[in-house]
């Protein structure tokens, strides 16, 4: 289906699986703050087949991520600002996306489907520069290299991640050169997980009445020792 010829965003077009899941995408994102999340870890504006999809994709994330309201009057109010309210239907068309949405919970399954149409035009029109550079009077060397380009361009907009032999050996040896972390103020629990390493997240589990809390006050107090910033929050706390 063609840009020109795509229906309302309200409308429902049963034959065209991709096009239906674009405006349910875009749709919950008006609905749930959790399906902007489900969403936006799978999709850029640009996997959008259709503009109209993708400028409500960049204004819904903009709106959340400013913490602001993003349904669909918050939305349109931010569409009239910017001059692209009439472009994408108007305020009926925001309206009837979100009355035509399934599912607010299942905007990561239609991202999904959203994001592989997308990696599938990127083939076919990775295919088509292929057989014009095959066609053109480089040489062969430049032609292979032009064709690598286009299909390591395919493969990160599918969030591949093939890489060489040599770059990943590479990359696991400096991991092991690499400093664990932050030292434990407990040798046992040093010799077991080798330092505290940002970003990660460490569990204590045990019966209630052992010490969970007083070993994670712990952490935290060795390492403000350590000139490092500790925060501590309490489900246990009184206002």
């Known amino acids: 289906m063609s840009v020109e ?49 993708a400028v409500l994709f960049d204004a819904i994330l903009g709106l959340s991520m400013a913490g602001a309201p993003h349904d669909w009057v918050a939305v349109a109010d931010q569409l009239q600002r910017s ?7 108007g305020m009926a068309a925001l309206a009837s996306l979100t009355q035509g949405v399934v599912a607010a919970s299942q905007a990561g399954y239609y991202a999904r489907i959203v994001r592989e149409a997308a990696t599938l035009r990127a083939v076919r ?13 480089g040489s062969a060397v430049e032609v292979v290299a ?5 299909l390591d361009a395919v493969i990160d907009r599918a969030g591949g991640d093939v890489v060489s032999n040599h770059d990943a050996v590479d990359e696991a040896m400096a991991a092991l050169d690499a400093p664990l972390g932050l030292d434990t103020p407990w040798p046992s629990l040093q010799a077991l997980i080798g330092g505290w390493v940002g970003t990660r997240l460490y569990v204590f589990g045990a019966r209630p009445g ?20 500790a925060v501590v929050f309490s489900l246990e706390m009184s206002k």
């Open 83 to 89: 001059g692209d309210l009439a472009r994408i239907g």
């Open 210 to 229: 052992v010490g969970k809390s007083l070993v994670g006050i712990g952490a935290a107090v060795d390492c403000a020792r350590r000139g490092k910033t």
């Open 146 to 150: 032009a064709a690598r380009a286009q």
């Open 5 to 53: 010829t795509m229906p309302e965003p309200g409308a429902v077009q049963v034959d065209d699986p991709a096009d239906h899941a674009e405006r349910q995408v875009v749709g919950a994102m008006m609905l749930d703050a959790l399906a902007v999340d489900d969403a936006s870890r799978v999709l850029r504006a640009g996997d959008f087949a259709h503009p109209r999809a």
């Open 125 to 137: 029109a990775a295919g088509a520069r292929l057989q014009q550079a095959g066609e053109s009077d």
